[in-house]
């Protein structure tokens, strides 16, 4: 005898409501929220933001029920023979409930990871690659995720925008990205951090600037945050 069940049960009836409203009022309010965002040394002595491949896949998760898919198009290895960096062309396609198809593509790059010194017993020498499959995943991961700014996810990092805690527009209820009880307490106080660390400038600089001598005699971070700004931009 086969029982029959009374209603199909997916995966995304299995996730509560709570989390999807959170990742469409992050893809509506294009702000990713403070806890997952990263910070990481870039080229030219730079920090960049951005986020992790987790992030932005379980957000498209949330958001399509699913319903998405990726695949690389095109790989190359820069130079072929010693490649210093390889390149993965990806395409990212989602569908809507109605199964209408939506899709962008994008490159991911990764640079070669290589060995610093020799390990003779191992075979390995200095400037040998470690893993080159290991560093095309990478670029698979990171093609996906600029495939994943179009659609509008972390679109305010991917996208070249400033960070926008401290926005004359951050009006939210407590507790979402953005909001903050008079720019004061811990989440504040991480944005304005991350926005110092992008900036370059040396901490005692901004001490000195804001004439306070530590981050908990700041009262308001968003005046921090706009002084500092008007100094930098005044150079």
Same mark, same amino acid.
């Given at each position: 005898? %086969?029982?029959?069940?009374?209603?199909e049960v997916t995966i995304f009836d299995a *996730? /509560?409501?709570?989390?999807?409203?959170? =990742?469409?009022?992050?893809?509506?309010?294009?702000? %990713? /929220?403070?806890?997952?965002?990263?910070?990481?040394?870039?080229?030219?002595?730079?920090?960049?933001?951005?986020?992790?491949?987790?992030?932005?896949?379980?957000?498209?998760?949330?958001?399509?029920?699913?319903?998405?898919?990726?695949?690389? *198009?095109?790989?190359?290895?820069? /130079?072929?023979?010693?490649?210093?960096?390889?390149? =993965?062309?990806?395409?990212?396609?989602?569908?809507?409930?109605?199964?209408?198809?939506?899709?962008? %593509?994008?490159? #991911?790059?990764?640079?070669?990871?290589?060995?610093?010194?020799?390990?003779?017993?191992?075979?390995?020498?200095?400037?040998?690659?470690?893993?080159?499959?290991?560093?095309?995943?990478?670029?698979?991961?990171?093609?996906?995720?600029?495939?994943?700014?179009?659609?509008?996810? =972390?679109?305010?990092?991917? #996208?070249?925008?400033?960070?926008?805690?401290?926005?004359?527009?951050?009006?939210?209820?407590?507790?979402? /990205?953005?909001?903050?009880?008079?720019? =004061? #307490?811990?989440?504040?106080?991480?944005?304005?951090?991350?926005?110092?660390?992008?900036?370059?400038?040396?901490?005692?600089? *901004?001490?000195?600037?804001?004439?306070?001598?530590?981050?908990?005699?700041?009262?308001?971070?968003?005046i921090a945050y706009t002084k500092i700004k008007?100094?930098?931009?005044?150079?």
């Amino acid at each position: 005898m %086969t029982v029959k069940a009374d209603k199909e049960v997916t995966i995304f009836d299995a *996730i /509560p409501i709570k989390e999807r409203q959170e =990742a469409v009022q992050n893809l509506i309010k294009g702000r %990713t /929220p403070l806890k997952d965002i990263k910070q990481r040394d870039g080229r030219g002595n730079t920090t960049l933001n951005y986020v992790n491949t987790y992030f932005m896949t379980r957000q498209i998760s949330l958001l399509t029920g699913w319903r998405w898919t990726s695949g690389c *198009i095109e790989e190359r290895f820069y /130079p072929e023979d010693k490649p210093r960096e390889v390149g =993965a062309k990806m395409k990212v396609t989602i569908w809507d409930a109605q199964g209408k198809e939506y899709s962008h %593509t994008s490159w #991911g790059q990764k640079d070669i990871s290589k060995w610093s010194k020799d390990n003779i017993a191992k075979g390995q020498k200095a400037g040998d690659p470690i893993a080159i499959f290991d560093d095309l995943k990478a670029a698979y991961s990171d093609g996906i995720k600029k495939c994943l700014s179009y659609f509008g996810i =972390a679109s305010d990092i991917y #996208g070249g925008k400033e960070l926008e805690f401290f926005a004359d527009d951050s009006e939210d209820s407590e507790g979402s /990205p953005g909001a903050t009880v008079g720019f =004061a #307490g811990d989440e504040a106080k991480t944005a304005f951090s991350k926005y110092v660390a992008k900036t370059g400038k040396l901490w005692s600089d *901004i001490f000195k600037v804001l004439e306070v001598k530590n981050l908990s005699e700041i009262d308001d971070y968003k005046i921090a945050y706009t002084k500092i700004k008007a100094w930098i931009e005044e150079g």
